[in-house]
């Protein structure tokens, strides 16, 4: 009889063992995935900055000369004279 106890408490044992790794790992697992998303979301986070850097950057600069050249070259594709212009079409 005092075997059958035995054996029991150790199969209680090893089952709690066990259910403790399982835990353990899929915690693991749980936390590197979690860390792997907070990673990419604080490059997110820069790349939005940056953006909104350049953005107020552009709505503080004043209209000058140099703004209405830049305004013009790149929203309506004009140039001024005399400059030559050079179109290129780059495929991968």
Known sequence: ???RGNVFVR????GFIALAL?????????I???????EELADEVI???DEVDEMQ????????????????????GLHLPGETIFHY????
């Open 1 to 3: 009889m005092k075997s």
């Open 32 to 38: 590197n995935d979690l860390n792997d998303q907070r």
């Open 47 to 49: 790349a939005v900055q």
């Open 57 to 76: 950057y552009e709505l503080e600069r004043p209209i000058d000369d140099e703004y209405i050249i830049d305004f013009a070259r790149e929203k309506l």
């Open 11 to 14: 199969l209680l044992w090893v």
């Open 22 to 30: 399982v835990s353990i790992v899929s915690s693991q697992m749980t």
């Open 89 to 92: 079409d780059v495929k991968n």
